[in-house]
């Protein structure tokens, strides 16, 4: 199941893409538990696609492909390596990216998200499928002059419309191995696959549930593979993980 977050006549509201991607059944309330469907259904085209969640916490994993790690000259860490992503950072598709003005180096990151489905803390390895509601394309656009010489990544990786994530959440996926591709104006710039993972996403659960208490629409960034660079004003990128789709947003200069 496609679950969208979309708007229409100043309305919003949750929905459901057809296989197609032509038609949304529009739902009533939230997508947790058993989605309701209202029984109308609106053209795709005719409704702007928002980002699929507002997530409380956006939890990212830093260096979890070992050859990501390896071309910024790092180590993979003993440990999952996580960090914040404000919910101020989170734009949906087609949504500019504005490059911030303190950096001269924005770079993008593709990775898949995942989407938390009910409230949870410290899951059981048996137990991580029970809390997932679904999976998302995300870019985790950083600031990587600002990550370099802060060492602290707040601003470099928080800045508004750092993290854009959609077109939808896909339920009905394994998340094992999927292609992450990222292209810049239509040029391929990476290409991975989620089986090369260091942790895998049911060992980054675990990890983090450990910490903190995940809510329903948190989002957990599972990290990006080799080829990360830069980002120009002007720029189009895209995100595609296999079996979701593709999220694509321009960057202008913050106006």
Known sequence: MRIARFSIEGAVTFGVVDADAETVAVLAGHPFGEPQPTGQVLPLADVR??????PSKIVAVG???????????????????????????????????????????????AELAVVIGRMCREVPHARVN???LGYTCANDVTARD?????????????????????????TELD??????????????????????????????????S???TLLPGDVILTGTPAGVGP????????????????????VVKRG
């Open 49 to 54: 696609l928002l980002p699929p969640m507002l």
């Open 130 to 132: 029970e809390v997932i």
């Open 63 to 109: 260096r979890n492909y070992a050859a990501h790690a390896a071309e910024l000259g790092n180590e993979v860490p003993e440990a999952p390596l996580t960090f914040f992503k404000p919910s101020t950072s989170v734009i949906g598709p087609t949504e500019n990216i504005a490059y911030p003005p303190f950096s001269s180096d924005v770079q993008y990151e």
């Open 231 to 250: 980002l120009q004003i002007g720029d189009e990128v895209s995100v595609n993980v296999e079996g979701i789709g593709t999220l694509t947003n321009r």
């Open 210 to 212: 450990d910490a903190m």
């Open 175 to 208: 998340p094992n191995d999927l292609a992450v591709t990222c292209t810049v104006n239509g040029e391929l710039r990476q290409a991975g696959r989620t089986s090369q993972m260091v942790r895998s996403i049911a060992d980054l659960i675990v990890h983090i």
């Open 146 to 170: 600002i990550q370099q010489r802060e060492g602290q990544w707040a601003r470099a990786k928080g800045f508004d419309t750092a993290c854009p994530l959609g077109p939808w959440i896909e």
